[in-house]
């Protein structure tokens, strides 16, 4: 078995626009993904929207700035994260494409392993 | 050493590699070293047959000396830890004792897998599968053998790290995973029917490696008639290579070629496959191109072939798989069916495509045309532009034959 983090990007303005109706059809399909995964997700959660971020860096002398905001202004920005356990790859795609994420045009999932340090 | 064994080596190598890889890189979980353990296995048969003789099984001695090597290196290391992590081979599926799935296969869906960029998928088909080496590949696709190396070296890496599996998908990703691997074997083959620049207008090693691909395939799926079309499409287009290039090195095109040159052999091969894929129904993409493909093989003359067949096969074509190429040859194909205005008419609407604005075959398509029609000046302006659009020296000399021609009218 192997780790990887399942990272769930989107336009935040489509998913503030979504409808009462549209979040509940999202929300089933991420239950349905939940199901499927049972045991197999470590972790998972929703974000806050990314104008909730606080990102930290240093400028060239290396002092630290604190700003407002994500740390790359993109229109797709980090919307929630799994954290999961499979066996390859084709496991993970294929529990992943029950996400309605997958799905919707504005948005869409990566797949990244987790290095083992083990 | 003598020429027989490393002819019978070499010949073993083109045929054999993929198993001999295949199967050890099953036992080791490890692409780098089964690479290893194969290259060695060859080495071997070179000093081994030289004195032994050839064996009678020379695919199963190699697979037999490179498996025991791997066993050997996986009995050292077992002794320090591996910090690769290691290939994913699925032990729940047939091995290749049982016959059912191939070594082979698992090998080239791995190559394939759409976690790699298309790029990665070739190039990894042609070093792992086709067993060509890195600077061969390097040079199919004019790079540095040390970029070609990295590429490969992060093609595989990733295959580890992501742990894309060493397997056959299932049923219910077959489809969509095959039509991967088609488009790599496609690809290969076009890029060597004609190379995109240099001195050859085809490259062979690209060609031979597709169509060994394509028939490796379609042994080991013989059912599956997408294989077989497109099988079909290689070998009749591969059939009428021998007379595309004139003994001075010169472009012949279709309508000039001396078709006694055309393989006969190939031809009826292909004819057959096609028509194994055309039942089913709809036709598949690679049908419908075998079938244009026949079209032209079965035409006694240039004159004499059957355009009204090949503009309705372009048009069912263009409904399944619109794309501007298809377009375009559907263009060309009405204007030989109904003269070169028609042509020209046709192409017209093409010029606004920007997916086709630095299409070399566009411009060519069209001067051709307005040569015939003996609009000179339109025609010399058409040749120049498809002159600045092709990096082939064949298809520039070819080009600028026929500018001069033209241009003796204006």
């Known amino acids: 078995m192997a780790k990887y983090m399942v990272l769930i990007y989107g336009d935040a303005q489509q998913w503030d626009a979504m409808t009462d109706e549209q979040w509940r059809a999202h929300d089933a399909a991420h239950e349905a993904f939940v199901a499927r995964a049972g045991a197999q997700i470590i972790d998972g959660q929703q974000l806050e929207l990314a104008s909730a971020a606080t990102s930290l860096r240093s400028d060239a002398l290396g002092q630290l700035n604190t700003t407002d905001g994500p740390f790359l202004e993109t229109k797709e920005a980090l919307g929630g994260y799994y954290l999961l356990e499979a066996t390859d790859l084709d496991e993970v795609t294929s529990m992943v494409t029950l996400l309605p994420e997958v799905h919707a045009t504005h948005s869409g999932v990566e797949i990244r392993p987790v290095v083992d340090h083990g | 050493m003598n020429d027989e064994v490393v002819a019978a080596v070499a010949q073993a190598h083109r045929r054999d590699w993929a198993q001999v890889f295949s199967t050890t890189a099953h036992l080791t979980r490890d692409l780098d070293l089964a690479e290893e353990c194969a290259q060695d296995a060859f080495a071997q048969a070179l000093e081994t047959w030289t004195e032994t003789g050839i064996p009678d099984r020379p695919g199963a001695w190699l697979t037999t000396i490179a498996r025991n090597r791997a066993r050997d290196a996986l ?75 990295a590429r490969i070296t992060r093609a595989k890496k990733k295959i580890a790290a992501a742990r894309i599996p060493y397997r056959v998908p299932g049923p219910d990703q077959l489809e969509e995973r095959l039509g991967a691997v088609l488009e790599v074997v496609h690809l290969i083959f076009t890029t060597g029917h004609t190379a995109p620049v240099g001195a050859q207008l085809i490259r062979h090693d690209l060609v031979d490696s597709a169509i060994s691909l394509a028939r490796m395939l379609h042994l080991l799926m013989p059912t599956d008639t997408e294989i077989s079309a497109l099988l079909a499409l290689l070998l009749l287009t591969r059939a009428r290579q021998g007379a595309r290039v004139s003994a001075d090195g010169r472009l012949v095109l279709l309508s000039e070629q001396d078709r006694a040159r055309w393989d006969r052999q190939l031809i009826a091969e292909g004819q057959s496959l096609v028509t194994d894929a055309l039942r089913r129904r709809p036709p598949t993409r690679y049908a419908l191109e075998a079938a244009i493909a026949a079209v032209h093989a079965e035409a006694p003359t240039w004159q004499d072939t059957d355009w009204a067949q090949v503009v309705g096969l372009y048009d069912a074509l263009f409904r399944l798989w619109p794309s501007p190429v298809v377009d375009l040859n559907r263009a060309v194909a009405i204007g030989l069916r109904d003269g070169p205005e028609a042509g020209l008419y046709a192409l017209t609407p093409l010029l606004a495509d920007p997916a086709l604005a630095t299409y070399g075959y566009l411009s060519a398509a069209r001067a051709d045309f307005l040569r015939q029609l003996r609009q000179w000046p339109q025609a010399v302006t058409a040749y120049e532009e498809a002159l600045t659009l092709t990096d082939n020296d064949v298809e520039r000399a070819f080009l600028t034959e026929r500018l001069t021609d033209v241009k003796r009218y204006l």
Do not use: N, Y
């Not at chain 2, 042609?126 to 600077?135: A, H, N």
């Open chain 2, 75 to 149: 009995r050292r290391e077992s002794v320090f830890r591996r910090k690769m992590p290691l290939l994913v081979a699925d032990e729940t599926s047939p091995g290749p004792e049982d016959g059912l799935v191939d070594d082979r296969l698992r090998l080239i869906f791995t190559c394939a897998h759409p976690a790699l960029s298309r790029q990665a998928q070739i190039c990894l088909t042609l070093r792992l599968v086709c067993g060509l080496s890195t600077p061969e590949v390097a040079r199919a696709f004019l790079v540095q053998p040390a970029t070609m190396a």
